[in-house]
């Protein structure tokens, strides 16, 4: 009996940031082979990076970024790797995986490997329930349902936009927590996958990170980091509260939990405190605006939503620092580009009626 073929394969790119060689890719080989990969190459354009033999990709370094958008490439961050959400322009695919280089298969409590895609899958093809809480978390797992006092009329879930996964081994902490806990290790694996709720941020990393590209793409901007900027290591974590925010003005839900990975190497935390410092200042301000923000009825599709924002971003968090001006009209210009290479239509959704 012929296998099955592996799910989504004509649906979905894998976008990986990297800076060197991806020789990780050989541990990924029996999950990641089937599918088109995206490389965004950061850094030196003329460094050849070198991928194993028989996988389907494409890459780009910053001299394409600039051939393809040309003046818009001043919103694609450079040396960081906040330049992956390139790769989610460019692709045509309904869904996309990114994972980073320093990221490798974990094994769950029985010793098995984790496919962590086809956990991330599994998440964006279930609904989510951000609406109400279910104590058993994911309703839609096997094995689980919704529990007494759950309203049937909020049973039906709403489409799930992004899944985030977590990491075994190094966590993904700040710099001040890393240099109070240099050691300490995640070695806890949760069998959960859970809705985040409604009106709740979160800080999203991009690690290990799954979303339905038709239904928030525009929004998975990563922001202005890295060299020329006064910040770095915020830039999922922007993307997040930005996607968020919209997923729940549109009716859209966000999941966390499994999938695991195994983060193998610790950044240097003093190098990480030189990108963060500002920015753990800033997200005082940071976090009340976004649990404040509201978009209009007239933003029915994620990039009106996103333009909405930029202008409130400019207009309120322009006090606290000339950089938010900046990177608001990078965010404009991001929605340019994403445009001018998708055309509206093809990536827009209408307010969801189940909100």
Known sequence: MAAAPPPLKDELDIVIPTIRNLDFLEMWRPFFQPYHLIIVQDGDPTKTIKVPDGFDYELYNRNDINKILGPKASCISFKDSACRCFGYMV????????????CFVA?????KQINALEQHIKNLLSPSTPLFFNTLYDPFRDGSDFVRGYPFSLR????????????????????PTQLVKPRERNTKYVDAVISIPKGTL?????????????LIGPAMYFGLMGDGQPIGRYDDMWAGWCTKVICDHLGLGVKTGL?????????????????EYKGIFWQEEIIPFFQAVT??????????????????VEDKL???????VKLADAMETWIQAWDALNPPNSNSISKSKSK
């Open 91 to 102: 692709s045509k695919k309904k869904y996309i995986f990114t994972i980073d280089d320093d």
């Open 107 to 111: 094994k769950d409590p029985s010793g």
């Open 156 to 175: 039906e879930g709403v489409p799930t936009a992004v899944s985030h996964g977590l990491w075994l081994n190094i966590p993904d902490y700040d710099a």
């Open 202 to 214: 979160f800080p999203m990393c991009g690690m290990n990170l799954a979303f339905d590209r038709d």
């Open 259 to 275: 999938p695991y990975i195994w983060h193998s190497k610790a950044s240097n935390p003093f190098v990480n405190l030189r990108k």
């Open 295 to 312: 978009l209009s009825k007239d933003a029915t599709t994620v990039q009106k939503c996103y333009l909405e924002l930029s202008k409130q």
């Open 318 to 324: 322009g006090k606290v620092d000339p950089y938010f």
